[in-house]
């Protein structure tokens, strides 16, 4: 009996690893139906990308974030995360603040794309693992 509870804890391994990726900004981009501008040095906004398989996304800029859970989609070396109605954290109630996000990262060279409203931004990512515990098996002492 104990060696069948080894194996199916062998095949439903207790802690998961999320693919998680980190992106940033080394110039500005803003495009409309107009035309693209890009600024860089010290004449450009940072932006911090976190996202993960979960669909966990996070976009700061300014003053706070835009985060919350979106969707995944994978196909091939493309990763796709989106998601609609993120507020802005330093100031949730304003609804003129309201940004729907898509961010694309290309796994083979850790090249993303961030789009909304505001920024049409190429990123620089990096690709990192997090522990996700799902569940703890408590163990009686004797």
């Known amino acids: 009996m104990i060696k069948i509870i080894v194996i199916i804890l062998a095949l439903f391994p207790i802690i998961s690893f999320a693919d998680s990726w980190s992106c940033s900004n080394d110039i500005e981009v ?3 139906k107009d035309g693209c501008r890009a600024a860089g040095g010290d004449d450009f906004t940072p932006i911090d990308v976190r996202v993960d398989q979960n669909g966990e996304m996070r976009v700061c800029a300014y003053t ?13 070396v493309f990763t796709t995360f989106y998601g609609k109605g993120f ?9 003129d603040l309201v940004e729907d996000l898509m961010v694309v990262v290309d ?15 190429p990123l620089i990512c990096s690709k990192y693992s997090h522990q996700k515990t799902e569940k703890a098996i408590k163990i009686p002492r004797k």
Do not use: A
Not at 66 to 72: I, Q, T
Not at 87 to 95: A, H, K, L, N, W
Not at 107 to 121: A, E, P
């Open 107 to 121: 796994g083979r060279d850790n090249v993303g794309f961030l789009k909304n409203s505001i920024f049409t931004q």
């Open 64 to 76: 706070g974030c835009w985060g919350g859970k979106g969707k995944v989609s994978v196909d091939g």
């Open 87 to 95: 507020r802005f954290s330093t100031s949730p109630d304003r609804d």
């Open 30 to 32: 803003m495009c409309s």
